[in-house]
């Protein structure tokens, strides 16, 4: 089946600790996003790539970096300069990144730092 | 920059009754609109998406959406619902010069009751 997997579905982080999220996808996409979920905010842009080697800041990046290294994968990693970490943390992708491309999503990971 | 106004964050409704979502978004230039639907601890799925056209879009699920380019509207609508249409439905729009970012609203929590 094709799709996109975000491991692991819950993560738990004590304060001070950086984390890494998982989201690989196998649709051969050439685009891939990061999203914050907060309750009654909606979704909030944390970074995206668009082709392998390099992405670009969303609206709210600080405290998060990524990296993209293979087109399948695209790692987000929540470092202790993030204030308010816990959310929960969706992994889109698209065909090739263009404005009328409908994002595929993935199941989301749940983080909550203790 | 674009944004997306959700008029409702919670809309009630009974099973077999019609229901309408509500979403206006503001921008300075064309764009592209969508709805997407979450269902609990998941990610999004796509409904629907205005890209040109006919300004009446037919979506999966039994769901449509009118564009009214005068209004800056794109409002979601059901003739009949399911309780299994009880979930979260997102408006997002993309700026057609802007590639693939997307805003999205604040989402509607939909809950059908029997």
């Not at chain 1, 290294?69 to 992708?93: D, G, I, R, W």
């Not at chain 2, 008029?7 to 009754?17: C, G, I, K, N, R």
Request: a neutral charge; aromatic letters at 12%.
């Amino acid at each position: 089946d094709g799709g996109i997997t975000q491991s692991p579905k819950y993560l738990f982080r004590k304060e001070g600790q950086n984390v890494t999220l998982s989201c690989e996808q196998n649709l051969n996409h050439d685009a891939m996003y990061w999203y914050r979920q907060d309750p009654g905010q909606g979704l909030r842009l944390i970074y995206y790539s668009q082709i392998v080697n390099d992405f670009q800041k969303g609206d709210i990046a600080e405290g998060y970096s990524v990296s993209r290294e293979k087109k399948e994968s695209f790692p987000l990693t929540v470092t202790s300069a993030q204030k308010n970490p816990t959310a929960f943390y969706l992994c889109a992708s698209s065909i090739a990144g263009g404005a009328a491309d409908t994002q595929y999503f993935g199941p989301g990971t749940r983080l909550t730092v203790l | 920059a674009q944004s997306v106004t959700q008029l409702d964050s919670q809309v009630p409704v009974f099973e077999e009754a019609p229901v309408e979502l509500r979403c206006n978004y503001s921008s300075s230039v064309s764009v592209y609109l969508f709805w997407y639907v979450q269902y609990p601890n998941q990610g999004l799925q796509l409904l629907l998406k205005y890209l040109s056209g006919s300004t009446l879009v037919k979506g999966i699920n039994g769901f449509e959406a009118e564009f009214n380019k005068s209004q800056t509207s794109f409002h979601l609508r059901k003739p009949s619902v399911h309780i299994s249409d009880t979930a979260e439905y997102f408006c997002a729009v993309s700026e057609r010069t802007s590639g693939s970012r997307l805003t999205f609203g604040e989402g509607t929590q939909l809950t059908v009751n029997p």
